[in-house]
């Protein structure tokens, strides 16, 4: 990382991981002004939560750095905006992405601007992605006459540089503007590298496991979670011809393309693993289908409207262009193109037909290595 001319303050998220914990370092060692801030957000009181364990953990690499730390309460904005839209969305039968609204609410929402009011030039994140500063297409009008590009520059979000890391798909709702006083130091490393780097800065946790599951919140059975604020209620499993072959228990813990969870009990002769293809809510039934079934079921779409769009750069924005998508972290990317864009509205089409695109889900689009912005599937 280069350093800076003139010391720029940047507050950094620091999870108690070692990416953020190397990003702070990285960003101490280029010269900038770091202060890590540790983000309390709210804890359900019957699981068993390491947030002190994290919290100790990026209080000794500030220690170590020699740098400020703060802990930041955004329980209320956590419990809302993630944990409360999660239920709400799987109790009417979607599937939402906790992690994308965490982003956006939480680290790129109240700490994003609790920063900014604290006088911050950047803030930073452990997330594996890029940005980078382009010159903008825009074109000035007055009076109704185009006059000339603006010659100003834009900030885009670029995937990283470790593509099993990358996590510009749960970054979609940031701005430009957003982007431009946002730092991803690890963004251009791969994972060894950055461990490595942790070694080298004597960092204590250097051999730290990474975290899995809910954002902030770690690993747990997201059915689990689910019953503790939704009823569990009986109902069938249904063949793709409408025959009763077991039972689950609730249509609004599953999401399509699962094959776990619900209980088969009259097998067929070929006893293939059986994946969820439809729900319906109001039946409380699912609908299961074999590989070799998928096909000729009618969950598979070509084409589909994203609603709660977010371009990053809405005049660089192409019609009928040849972008590629991915409606999952880490599925692999499908050539598409937007037919049609509407303020906050979006209709895809994608060149091959898509099996188990789930409402509520998020699909994000790209040109090469640049996220271009996403959508919520209605």
């Given at each position: 990382m ?6 720029k303050?940047?507050y ?9 914990s190397v ?26 939560c390491?947030?002190?364990?994290d ?26 905006e993630v944990v ?11 599937t939402?992405n ?10 790129f ?11 911050a030039?950047?803030v930073?994140t452990g997330?594996y992605?890029?940005t ?5 297409q825009?074109v ?7 006059l000339?590009k603006?010659?100003?520059f ?6 990283a540089?470790?593509s099993?890391?990358d996590q ?23 994972k060894?590298q ?6 080298k800065f004597?960092l204590?946790n ?7 599951g809910?954002c ?6 997201v ?8 009823e ?7 063949s ?7 039972f ?5 813990f ?6 776990h ?11 293939e693993a ?7 809510i109001?039946?409380?039934t699912i609908?299961v ?7 000729k ?11 709660k769009?977010?371009?990053?750069n ?6 009928n ?7 999952r ?12 864009y ?6 895809l089409?994608?060149?091959?037909p898509?099996e ?8 994000v689009f ?8 996403g959508?919520?599937?209605e």
């Amino acid at each position: 990382m280069k350093s800076v001319a003139k010391v720029k303050k940047v507050y950094v998220g620091m999870s108690g991981g070692v990416d953020s914990s190397v990003s702070s370092a990285l960003l101490k060692k280029a010269g900038y002004d770091v202060t890590g801030v540790f983000i309390k957000v709210w804890q359900p009181d019957w699981f068993e939560c390491t947030w002190r364990e994290d919290r100790l953990d990026a209080m000794r690499v500030a220690a170590k750095l020699d740098i400020p730390f703060v802990t930041l309460d955004l329980e209320k904005e956590y419990k809302k905006e993630v944990v409360d839209y999660m239920i709400d969305e799987y109790e009417i039968g979607r599937t939402p992405n906790p992690d994308v609204m965490c982003n956006k609410h939480v680290k790129f929402g109240g700490f994003y601007r609790w920063a900014m009011e604290q006088g911050a030039d950047y803030v930073a994140t452990g997330h594996y992605a890029r940005t980078e500063q382009v010159k903008s297409q825009k074109v000035r009008i007055e009076n109704n006459n185009k006059l000339g590009k603006l010659g100003t520059f834009d900030f885009q979000l670029l995937t990283a540089l470790d593509s099993n890391k990358d996590q510009s798909y749960f970054l979609w709702t940031l701005t430009a503007d957003q982007l431009a006083h946002t730092l991803f130091p690890v963004g251009d490393m791969k994972k060894p590298q950055v461990r490595k780097y942790a070694e080298k800065f004597g960092l204590a946790n250097a051999l730290k496991k990474d975290s899995q599951g809910l954002c902030f919140i770690g690993k747990v059975d997201v059915k689990e979670f689910l019953k503790r604020y939704i009823e569990p209620k009986r109902g069938d499993v249904l063949s793709v011809e409408g025959e009763v072959v077991g039972f689950h228990n609730g249509t609004t813990f599953f999401t399509l393309g699962e094959r776990h969870g619900f209980i088969i009990t009259k097998k067929s002769t070929l006893d293939e693993a059986q994946y969820v293809v439809q729900k319906n809510i109001e039946k409380n039934t699912i609908t299961v289908s074999s590989v070799s079934q998928i096909e000729k079921s009618e969950n598979s779409v070509t084409r589909v409207c994203l609603n709660k769009v977010n371009i990053i750069n809405p005049s660089e924005l192409k019609i009928n262009y040849p972008y590629t998508a991915r409606a999952r972290y880490r599925q692999e990317l499908v050539g598409c193109k937007i037919t049609e864009y509407s303020g906050q509205t979006i209709r895809l089409e994608f060149n091959l037909p898509q099996e188990n695109i789930s409402p509520g889900q998020s699909i994000v689009f790209y040109d090469a290595d640049v996220c271009i912005g996403g959508g919520i599937i209605e």
